[in-house]
């Protein structure tokens, strides 16, 4: 049952004549996976998406970028945090992580911090409700600036949301060093090249206005999105997209060896392949069910493999999303089955709509500020418009803040 070696599926896309009407893959005997001829040679077909695109998604972007304003107000509540932090005792710090920490936020992004000692390394989810609530709920509840929204103890890391400043939302944990492995491991995928962070940032803005995600509401985490691109990246033979070792992640800090890890961005690939690439990669490659998201391995194997023997859920015929550390942990365990449906069938269309129409699809069209949509003539053009705008101020915060310097 090892399929770890293979790259490809054995399906394809059924092409009709004057349209390319996507078809779902095709479920498969295991025995006839492995014994494609056509295994290791899959590759993406010429894909073409419509005229205005690259404009179309420099626009999303820019105007997506986190503001000055807000990268202050993050600075400010971080600062803050560590100054209350530092009144429970030596050795005690705050450390943002996610979006707002590995270069991926949006405008408006929430801020997760996590506050730990330096002498405690393990999550604990007992030791971190104590801290919460018997040191650092007291001394906010006393700090001007900031309101305790909700406790959230039964979650499998335990929370205070905060408010600062009555307008950013903030999710305290206590002793979260994965979260800290994570973000280093994110940041560090997206500092080899702005289209890494130009692909995720789209996904994530696109399954936004879909109303795709948000764990709450039993949809996908913008996390899981965010593996889900980097693991369409890593498995396209054109791209020769680095795999980063996960043992060089630590929640202290990243090993020396992963900056000579560097990103070769073969000539003329630019954003819009990219998107485009990744809906049709699952829509018409991706065995939905048989297949797990990994990028720990970087590679295309089955969820019956040695290498996901210790991932939980693994045996349903579900969307398959492994946690590059916890790798017990399946992310599809938020994701309620009529959900996963709904993200497999707008996947399918959005394929569909970007490979076969001339019109760019409107969930990629940045709003107004009144609500509407952008005037099409009024978007960028010549050199600047094939750039990826993914705002500098929000990826030097995000060094700063991860303690790096570049």
Request: charged letters at 20%; proline letters at 7%; glycine letters at 6%.
């Amino acid at each position: 049952e090892n399929c770890s070696a293979l790259n490809l599926l054995p399906w394809e896309t059924a092409w009709r004549r004057g349209t390319a009407q996507m078809m779902r893959p095709v479920d498969m005997p295991l025995q006839d996976f492995q014994n494609s001829d056509t295994a290791g040679n899959w590759n993406l077909p010429a894909l073409s998406a419509p005229p205005a695109f690259e404009k179309v998604l420099h626009r999303l972007l820019e105007r997506n970028s986190p503001t000055p304003q807000e990268l202050q107000t993050v600075d400010a509540c971080i600062g803050r945090l560590q100054d209350i932090v530092s009144k429970i005792g030596v050795g005690w710090n705050i450390r943002p992580f996610g979006s707002s920490a590995n270069g991926f936020a949006t405008r408006g992004s929430d801020l997760d911090v996590t506050c730990y000692h330096t002498l405690e390394d393990e999550q604990d989810s007992m030791l971190a409700i104590q801290h919460l609530k018997m040191n650092l709920a007291p001394l906010l509840r006393k700090e001007p600036g900031f309101e305790i929204i909700e406790e959230v103890w039964s979650a499998r890391v335990p929370i205070l949301k905060l408010r600062f400043d009555g307008s950013t939302d903030v999710d305290l944990s206590c002793h979260n060093p994965q979260a800290l492995q994570n973000t280093f491991l994110l940041w560090s995928y997206g500092k080899l090249h702005p289209l890494v962070r130009g692909l995720v940032i789209v996904i994530k803005l696109w399954a936004k206005t879909e109303k795709l995600c948000g764990a709450s509401l039993r949809h996908l985490s913008t996390y899981s999105l965010t593996l889900m691109a980097i693991f369409f990246l890593q498995v396209q033979p054109r791209y020769s997209f680095p795999t980063l070792p996960t043992w060089a992640f630590l929640s202290s800090g990243v090993s020396e060896n992963i900056a000579a890890i560097k990103w070769q961005v073969p000539p003329h690939v630019k954003l819009p392949e990219l998107v485009a690439g990744f809906f049709w990669f699952y829509s018409s490659e991706f065995s939905w069910g048989e297949e797990v998201v990994s990028i720990r391995l970087g590679r295309r194997c089955l969820r019956s493999t040695l290498d996901f023997q210790l991932l939980s859920g693994r045996i349903g015929r579900r969307l398959h999303i492994e946690d590059p550390f916890l790798l017990s942990r399946n992310l599809n365990c938020v994701l309620s089955p009529e959900n996963e449906e709904k993200l497999r069938e707008r996947i399918e269309a959005m394929a569909n709509d970007l490979l076969t129409a001339w019109e760019v699809p409107a969930s990629f069209v940045p709003d107004m500020e009144d609500g509407g949509h952008e005037d099409r003539q009024e978007l960028p053009s010549g050199p600047e418009a094939s750039e990826v705008p993914v705002s500098r101020l929000a990826l030097s915060g995000a060094m700063r803040w991860l303690g790096s310097a570049d």
